[in-house]
């Protein structure tokens, strides 16, 4: 299992998955990267899900670390 973005296996190191609203998981370093090249100018950014376009718009990059990790992907990659 990896994510779709870095195409990395999950792991609760270094390829953690977060999930966005819409359910779809990429890995904490995608998610980071995807809000740099989107950022706003102004601290935000709107990110559209790699696999269904749906936008989740961050306030700041901090809020990319909030969100959960989907542990039952960690639990299957690492098993």
């Known amino acids: 299992m990896e994510c779709a973005v870095c195409i990395r296996d999950w ?31 102004t601290g935000g950014a709107a ?6 376009a749906i936008v989740h718009k961050f306030e700041t990059e901090a809020d990319i670390g909030k969100l959960t990790k989907n542990f039952a992907l960690i639990s299957l990659a690492e098993a």
Do not use: E, W
């Open 11 to 41: 792991n609760s190191a270094d390829c953690v998955p977060k999930m966005l609203s819409c359910g779809h998981s990429f890995c904490d370093t995608c998610l980071h990267d995807l809000f740099k090249a989107r950022s706003d100018g």
């Open 47 to 52: 990110i559209p899900c790699p696999n269904c």
